[in-house]
């Protein structure tokens, strides 16, 4: 397994492997800003978002890459105001369903890290569905709880989810 920055272009030539990445996920009951059933052009236009903004320079995308296949990816949005250029967002840490419990996504975090650091961002923050292995993986790395807000976001039709929120400077 490898982890790789990807470009705009290299996005591109995998887009139907980060569609499937999405739609997996999203329909396996992962919480990341959709509901299950993710049909293929949502995830498609989420990606052409996505695109754009790696283009653009304000996100970083990393993958997770087995024989050439896109078996996850985590993206780091770069804060564009002027008093916001030490901090980033992480956002969408993926991994499909059947390649985890194998530490990928910790291996994807962890780069991820590395990568703040060479851009300068040295604060990071990000959310993530409580009671998930996700609010499990970032406690183990370090994450520091900011807090939790009950009933933030929709997990299936009828059903509002806490939410908690993470902070980590990585540097004193
Ligand atoms: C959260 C997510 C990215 C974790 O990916 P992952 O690759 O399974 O993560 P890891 O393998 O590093 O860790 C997951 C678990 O596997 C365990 N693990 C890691 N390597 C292992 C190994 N070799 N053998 C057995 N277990 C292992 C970890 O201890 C961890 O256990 P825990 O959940 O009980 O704490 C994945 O579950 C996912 O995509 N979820 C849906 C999307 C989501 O919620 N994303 C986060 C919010 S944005």
Known sequence: MEIKILSASEIKMRFTQFS???????NGGGAVSFLPPLARETA??????????????H????????????????????????????????????VLNAYRQRGIGQALMVKLEEVALEVGRTLLILDTLQGDSGERLYRRLGWTELGVIPKFALIDEHTLAATVFFYKHLVG
């Open 59 to 94: 996100k970083i995308l990393l993958a997770a890459m087995i024989d050439d296949q896109v078996v996850g990816s985590v993206q780091l949005a770069l804060m564009q105001m002027p008093n916001q250029v030490y901090r980033a967002e992480v956002q969408k840490l993926l």
């Open 20 to 26: 499937d990445l999405l739609i997996d996920v999203v």
């Open 44 to 57: 498609d236009q989420f990606w052409e978002r996505v695109i754009d903004d790696v283009a653009t320079g």
